[in-house]
């Protein structure tokens, strides 16, 4: 199994990191020719979603990358990747529109930006959640499913192949959803 991490922009390292401690082979995805590499699931990290919207754009890399994920690759989107994948985002343009959510960006305000929590996440127990400036979803649709909540608000979700985190799980010890977004493959 080998995942493509979108290394646009924002946290890909992280994510690399967690993988490489998980021993599962994976590459960074810059350019359009990264696409035509064999992988098996893809993670778009957390960042800056106007940017990385933007670079996915210039760099050719927008329409093959919504094929993958439209053809039934497994993606797992965190923070900015949560909010690339939204079909709605409140205020916003969307970008790449896959996943029944909408989302609302920088959603806790600039004081309370940042936080860490702990919450359960259905199937998973307790986990350690660490939000950066982060949205949330206000509302889903379709066959979403959702995952977690904290203080009413919905910080993660999946629908099919689609995996999303308002958090970022890359930051913590944890390595369980990770471990869960590689058992969807
Ligand atoms: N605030 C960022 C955005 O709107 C997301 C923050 C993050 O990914 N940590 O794109």
Redo the contacts with the bound molecule.
């Keep these: 199994m080998t995942i493509g991490i979108l290394a646009l922009q924002?946290?890909f390292a992280e994510h690399a990191h967690v993988l490489g401690k998980l021993g599962v082979p994976h590459f960074e995805i810059r350019q359009k020719k990264d696409m035509e590499r064999e992988f098996d699931g893809l993670i778009l990290?957390?960042?800056?979603?106007?940017v990385?919207g933007k670079l996915l754009r210039t760099s050719e890399l927008f329409d093959p990358v919504r094929e993958k994920i439209l053809s039934g690759m497994p993606v797992f989107g965190?923070?900015?990747?949560l909010?690339l994948l939204a079909k709605e985002v409140e205020d916003d343009i969307s970008h790449l529109a896959t996943m029944d959510i909408c989302v609302k960006?920088?959603a806790y305000g600039r004081q309370l930006g940042s936080f860490y929590t702990e919450e359960t996440f259905q199937g998973l127990g307790m986990i350690p959640m660490t939000f950066?400036?982060?949205?949330y979803i206000t509302s889903v649709s379709g066959d979403t499913e959702i995952l977690a909540e904290v203080e009413g608000r919905i910080v993660a979700a999946r629908e099919g192949n689609q995996l999303v985190t308002a958090f970022?799980p890359e930051l913590n010890e944890s390595l369980k959803v990770h471990e869960y977004f590689l058992n969807m493959i």
Excluded: V
């Design positions: 924002g946290a990290p957390g960042g800056e979603s106007t990385m965190t923070c900015a990747g909010i960006r920088n950066i400036r982060a949205p970022h």
